[in-house]
């Protein structure tokens, strides 16, 4: 088994300090003292607590992307690739608190704008994919649907990220899978109405 580097131990430490202490500020000096290493060994791996904030960020873009990739190849139907991303979103937030956190911005406050720039960029980038997924779907469905595939990728997101928002306020107990079968077959009712998907 491989040895933790130093620097993926001060990431781990800080990604469950973002999971145990909910609402909190982690402070580079609580980030040391939970690794057991001085502030300056941290700044020897990371030159700032916001390259500490893009690394992890990084690590959400490598988990989540890829299998975006994979659903939008593998999912049969316009309904399944959208469902799949919905649902990759979701389970990623309730496995990772921590990771939930830097995805809503509830860690980034007073941090780098190009901190919270770079999530948005991510959410952007999903809500791209599915507003594609729906214009292909529009586009082979006779007659064709009225539907804006930009209002319904929105609403679709804006349901995602409300979800992970409300897990992130009640401090991870409201888990943001609870109810998604039900909440996605209505939405996929609206959505697509009762056409083949």
């Not at 909910?22 to 939970?34: H, K, N, Q, Y």
């Not at 999530?119 to 980038?125: E, I, S, Y």
């Amino acid at each position: 088994m491989a040895k933790t580097s130093r620097r993926d131990e001060i990431l781990q430490a800080f990604a469950t300090m973002l999971e145990t202490r909910p609402g909190t500020r982690i402070t580079t000096a609580a980030l040391a003292a939970e690794v057991g290493v001085s502030e300056a060994a941290l700044y020897r791996h990371f030159p700032s607590k916001a390259k500490m904030l893009d690394a992890l960020i990084e690590f959400i873009e490598d988990s989540l992307l890829p299998r975006v990739t994979r659903i939008l190849a593998d999912a049969p139907t316009a309904e399944a690739k959208c469902r799949g991303i919905m649902q990759l979103l979701l389970v990623f937030a309730e496995r990772n608190p921590g990771f939930a956190r830097l995805l809503v911005g509830d860690a980034l406050q007073g941090e780098n704008e190009r901190l919270r720039g770079r999530t948005r960029q991510l959410f952007d980038r999903l809500e791209t994919e599915l507003r594609s997924v729906l214009r292909t779907w529009a586009a082979q469905q006779v007659p064709a649907p009225q539907v804006n595939a930009n209002d319904m990728a929105n609403l679709m997101l804006a349901h995602t990220e409300g979800r992970i928002n409300q897990f992130v306020r009640s401090e991870f107990s409201a888990k943001p899978t609870l109810g998604w079968d039900a909440q996605w077959q209505a939405l996929s009712l609206g959505l697509f109405g009762d056409r083949v998907v």
